[in-house]
């Protein structure tokens, strides 16, 4: 009977995940956010202010952007707009791809940068360079993009940004500090592309998925005023004493002394022609998964979508949620989801393979061992890809030590080498679902019934 329970919420959890995936799904994002009507464009929706553009007063349209939900992003203007598209080119992470016919897609590395996106990038550059002031751009920026978009600075090479961009990644630096170096050794990111645009007029549509919904960290915001400068890029590598190739190193001190230029900033005539509208975020997952959850019967509290941190804290905090609900009924009572969204962080210290919300559901699985058997805990990313794995997450209960014991597996030993798809790979709990071509940060379900 416990295992058939267990089974059955394990259902549901997968059920209200692939709800809140589908709730920003990036071709109805598009659509919904951007109407035609009589020659004008409609940007916004019923809960946002529209605003009218007239196409009859631009000569050509051109699309670019870069993002694991571009594809389908383009593929929403494509059939919105049809021939009006002059042409346009994308970088998306492979397989990440839609069947275009107007504008043409760069298949790139992520989350490293490869030379694909490199030719890409440079492409779009040059594309954007082509814009006046009758002309308007079409931008579709979404998770991913930075590495997406990748154009190195001055004489620093890709194989050396590659090697600055895993030394954040494994440091536990925050998607904000690792954006910030980044817009500061590359020529496409803080608002960069914005100026290459100018003066054509650009409508820069983004998908979040970054904590808070800051427009100049999402991509690392190719065409939103940069609010960070060299001297913020300077104190992250300063703070983790990261090493860096010499190249790079002299690139910061460069801008540090003003020899090179600054990203463009709030205030610069540029932004005058750019409207950056946000069209999917976190918190609409959420409250996506919640209608699902609600409708099989579970009160839920949605407990944040800026949440941070290493992501065995968090896992614990989330654990410790469970335990509560079963023992008091407090936040709420059983049946109980509690919801929560953002981007944990992982410091590596072994050598295996997994991502954050893996690693997230192995350290909850520790925590909940043992516990009444009425629980299930959920970790996903909303991309399908967690870290550089075919998993999304993975989902776990109180008896998931239990049986990997009887697989000799030990739980503690996987989790001590970061190693988490390798555990949950030989125990079945991951979450497989295939690139969902969005990405609005992660999704965690903690259910008590």
């Not at 571009?70 to 929403?76: G, I, L, S, V």
């Not at 021939?83 to 994308?90: A, F, N």
């Not at 630096?173 to 645009?197: C, L, P, W, Y």
Request: some cysteine; aromatic content about 6%.
């Amino acid at each position: 009977m416990t295992e058939d329970l267990l089974r059955k919420m394990r259902g549901e959890a997968e059920a209200i995940f692939k709800a809140s995936v589908r709730r920003v799904d990036p071709y109805e994002a598009t659509r919904k956010f951007v109407g035609l009507k009589k020659g004008k464009l409609k940007l916004g929706t019923e809960e946002s202010s529209v605003i009218d553009l007239s196409l009859d007063g631009f000569d050509r349209v051109f699309v670019v952007g870069g993002g694991k939900a571009a594809a389908p992003m383009a593929k929403a203007l494509e059939d919105l707009l049809g021939s009006r598209i002059e042409r346009g080119l994308i970088n998306v992470k492979y397989g990440f791809t839609e069947p275009l016919s107007r504008i043409d897609i760069q298949e790139a590395g992520h989350p490293l940068p490869d030379q694909q996106g490199v030719a890409g990038t440079k492409k779009i550059l040059d594309l954007l360079a082509e814009g006046k002031d009758t002309d308007l751009v079409f931008s579709l920026i979404s998770g991913g993009g930075s590495a997406l978009l990748p154009l190195p600075a001055g004489a620093i090479t890709l194989e050396e940004k590659q090697a600055v961009t895993k030394r954040l990644l494994e440091c536990g630096a925050s998607i904000d500090e690792i954006n910030t170096v980044r817009k500061h050794i590359s020529f496409s990111k803080g608002g960069q592309m914005a100026r290459a645009a100018f003066p054509a007029t650009t409508v820069n549509l983004m998908l979040s998925d970054v904590v808070g919904d800051s427009m100049d960290v999402i991509a690392s915001g190719p065409f939103v005023p940069d609010s960070t400068t060299f001297q913020d890029a300077w104190e992250i590598v300063s703070r983790y004493a990261l090493s860096l190739p010499e190249s790079v190193r002299a690139y910061l001190k460069e801008g540090l002394n003003g020899n090179v230029p600054e990203t463009p900033k709030k205030g610069d005539p540029l932004f005058e022609k750019v409207h950056n509208f946000i069209i999917g975020s976190n918190i609409l997952a959420l409250e996506a998964a919640q209608k699902a959850a609600e409708a099989m019967g579970y009160a839920c509290l949605i407990l944040s979508s800026m949440v941070e941190g290493e992501t065995r804290e968090v896992a614990k905090v989330h654990a410790a949620l469970a335990k509560e609900i079963l023992q008091t009924g407090r936040p709420i009572p059983p049946p109980a989801c509690i919801i929560s969204g953002g981007e944990t962080t992982v410091t590596i210290r072994g050598k295996g393979l997994g991502g954050r919300n893996q690693e997230f559901s192995l350290a909850a699985a520790l925590e909940i061992a043992g516990i009444s058997e009425r629980v299930v805990v959920l970790s996903g990313g909303t991309d399908g890809n967690d870290g550089p794995t075919s998993a999304a997450g993975a989902i776990v209960d109180p008896l998931t030590i239990e049986r990997s014991e009887g697989l000799g597996l030990r739980a503690v030993e996987f989790l001590n080498e970061n190693d988490s798809y390798h555990f949950f790979e030989r125990t079945g709990e991951l979450l497989v679902t295939g690139p969902t071509k969005t990405n609005v940060m992660d999704v965690r379900l903690v259910m008590v019934r």
